[in-house]
């Protein structure tokens, strides 16, 4: 896949949401989020055991504000605000998920909806919000456009 075919892809605010990440590809996809002007995290969640942990990475990894309450009202508040990260867009990897989702399915499936809500916020806005999951579990489309 090319950088350009993902620019594409990662532009279209309406297509944008939570999502497995690609098998291959990564370095171009990250490639073309910087080059479209997103603001892209990469998160890693080996180790994390459990909420407080998990919200503790989301804070600094996201640069949340001193506000943040580390629970998951905040967490919601803040995905649907990053005013203090202006960009033409956003995308969250989320790597090493496997063994957190595993220890913690209630908590990380919590964290999907909530990431899920602020997608749709930022799609209204018409603001790419891209979540990439690294996980081998079922339960997620993958990125669309891939075909």
């Known amino acids: 896949m090319s950088p350009d075919h993902y620019e594409t892809i990662l532009r279209d605010s309406a297509r944008s949401g939570v999502y497995h990440s690609p098998q291959g590809g990564m370095h171009d996809l990250l490639a073309a989020a910087e080059k479209a002007g997103f603001a892209i995290f990469r998160i890693d969640l080996d180790g994390v055991d459990g909420k407080r942990a998990l919200l503790e990475r989301l804070a600094v990894a996201l640069e949340f504000p001193d506000w943040f309450g580390h629970n998951w009202d905040a967490l919601a508040d803040c995905l649907a605000d990053l005013s203090w990260l202006e960009a033409e867009g ?35 806005a018409r603001i790419p919000f891209w979540v990439l999951v690294d996980m081998h579990a079922d339960g997620l489309a993958y990125l669309p456009g891939l075909d």
């Open 90 to 124: 956003y995308l969250i990897l989320l790597e090493h998920c496997d063994g957190f989702r595993a220890d913690h399915p209630g908590d990380f499936a919590t964290a999907l909806r909530i990431f899920s809500d602020a997608s749709e916020i930022w799609r209204s």
